[in-house]
C-alpha cells in the first residue's frame, strides 16, 4: 500500500514536469513559427519606407496590426490555441497580396525618379565641364590676342592703328602672320586694347593712391587734374599716328565701345576723387569731366609748346570752368528730374558694353 501511494505520488510529479516542459516547447515552437512571420513583414516595411506611397501602405499596416494588438495584448490568450495562429496567419496573408503589389509600383517608381535624378546629375556634370572647357579655350585664345596686341604696340609708330601692325606683332610673339585673322576689327582691336589698358593702369595708380577709395583726397579738383593729364600723357608716344586712332573709333560699328570706355574711366575717377554723391551732380561731373577730357585730348594733338605746357594749362582753365558750370546746375532744381535718368541709362549702358559690373562699389 505504501508503495502504491509512492508510487501515485512520483507518477503524478513526473507527469506535472512532462507537461510543464511540452508547453515550454509548445511556446516556444509556436513563438518561433510568429517571429518567422513577422520578421519578413519588418523587413519588407524598411523597403516601404524608401517608397513613394509608403504612408498609405503603412497605414493600411496599422490598422491590419491594430486589430491584432487587442488580442496579443490579452491575458487570456492561449498559445497553445492553433486556431488563433491560424486565424491570424489568414489575416495577415490577406493584407499581404495588396500591400506587395503597392510596395512594388513604389519601389518601380522610387527606381525611375532615382534614374531620372542621375541622369540630371551626368547631364548638368557634362554641361559644367563642357563650360570650363570653353571658358578654358576662351582664356587660352584670350592670353594670346593679349600677346600679339602687346607685341603689335611699338610697331604702331611705324605703322599705324593699321593689320599691317598686327601681323608684325604675331610674327614677333612666334605666331604666324594669318593669326591676323583672330582680328576681325582690324586696327581698331589694337586702339581698343590700348585704350582699355591706359585706362586700366590709370585706375591702378589712383586705387593706390586712395588706398582703393578709403583714403580721403585732400583737393578733389587737383585730384581730377591730375587723373586726366597722366591718362592724355599715355597717348604721347603715339601721338603722330593719334588722329588715326580717333577715326577708327569714331566709325558707327565702334562707337558704342569708344564711349562705353571713356564714360567708365571718367566714373572710376570721379569715384576716386571722393565722390560718392547720388544727386544730379553725380551725372554733370562725369559728363562734364569726359568733355574735358576729350577736348584736352584734341588740344593736345594741336599743341608744339615745351612738354605740352599749353595743354596742361588748357586742361586748368576748364576744369575752372566747370566747377563754375556745375555750381549753376546744382542752383537750378528745374532741370535735374529731366536729365538724371537719361545719364544714368548711358552709364549703365557703357559699363554693359564693356561687360563691367556697375554694382562693384
Known amino acids: 500500500r505504501i508503495l502504491r501511494e509512492v508510487r501515485a505520488v512520483f ?43 509608403s504612408s498609405e501602405v503603412f497605414a493600411q499596416r496599422y490598422s491590419a496590426y491594430a486589430s491584432v494588438r487587442p488580442l496579443l495584448a490579452s491575458p487570456a490568450l492561449n498559445f497553445h490555441s492553433t486556431s488563433f495562429l491560424h486565424s491570424t496567419s489568414i489575416h495577415l496573408k490577406s493584407i499581404t497580396p495588396a500591400s506587395d503589389s503597392a510596395s512594388s509600383e513604389s519601389i518601380d517608381k522610387f527606381r525611375e525618379r532615382e534614374e531620372q535624378r542621375e541622369r540630371e546629375y551626368e547631364e548638368k556634370k557634362e554641361s559644367e565641364e563642357a563650360q570650363a572647357e570653353d571658358e578654358a579655350k576662351r582664356a587660352k585664345i584670350d592670353a594670346i590676342r593679349t600677346q600679339i596686341l602687346e607685341a603689335a604696340l611699338p610697331h604702331v609708330t611705324t605703322l599705324g592703328w593699321t593689320r599691317n601692325a598686327i601681323v608684325k606683332g604675331a610674327e614677333e610673339a612666334g605666331f604666324p602672320s594669318v593669326v591676323h585673322g583672330m582680328f ?73 565701345t ?17 565722390d560718392r554723391s547720388v544727386d544730379f551732380g553725380w551725372y554733370t561731373r ?22 605740352h605746357a599749353n595743354t596742361w594749362e588748357f586742361l586748368r582753365n576748364r576744369m575752372d570752368e566747370a566747377v563754375q558750370v556745375q555750381t549753376i546746375l546744382s542752383e537750378t ?13 548711358a552709364f549703365i549702358t557703357a559699363r554693359n558694353i564693356l561687360g563691367i559690373d556697375y554694382r562693384r562699389r
Open 184 to 256: 576681325p576689327d582690324g586696327g581698331y582691336a589694337l586702339v581698343s586694347y590700348f585704350y582699355g589698358k591706359s585706362n586700366d593702369e590709370v585706375v591702378k595708380r589712383l586705387q593706390e593712391e586712395t588706398q582703393n577709395g578709403k583714403m580721403a583726397v585732400g583737393d578733389p579738383l587737383e585730384f581730377l587734374i591730375r587723373a586726366v593729364r597722366i591718362r592724355l600723357e599715355m597717348i604721347i608716344p603715339y601721338k603722330s599716328q593719334w588722329s588715326q586712332a580717333l577715326a577708327l573709333m569714331a566709325l558707327p560699328q565702334n562707337a558704342a
Open 11 to 53: 507518477c503524478e510529479q513526473l507527469e506535472k514536469k512532462l507537461l510543464k516542459n511540452m508547453v515550454h516547447l509548445s511556446v516556444l515552437n509556436k513563438t518561433r513559427r510568429l517571429q518567422s512571420m513577422l520578421v519578413p513583414l519588418s523587413a519588407h516595411s524598411c523597403i516601404l519606407a524608401c517608397s513613394a506611397n
Open 333 to 345: 532744381e528745374g532741370m535735374t528730374h529731366s536729365f538724371t535718368r537719361s545719364f544714368n541709362s
Open 286 to 307: 562725369r559728363v562734364g569731366l569726359a568733355t574735358i577730357m576729350k577736348m584736352t585730348e584734341l588740344f593736345m594733338l594741336q599743341d608744339s609748346s615745351v612738354d
Open 258 to 274: 569708344s564711349l562705353a570706355q571713356v564714360l567708365t574711366l571718367v566714373d572710376d575717377i570721379c569715384y576716386y576723387a571722393g
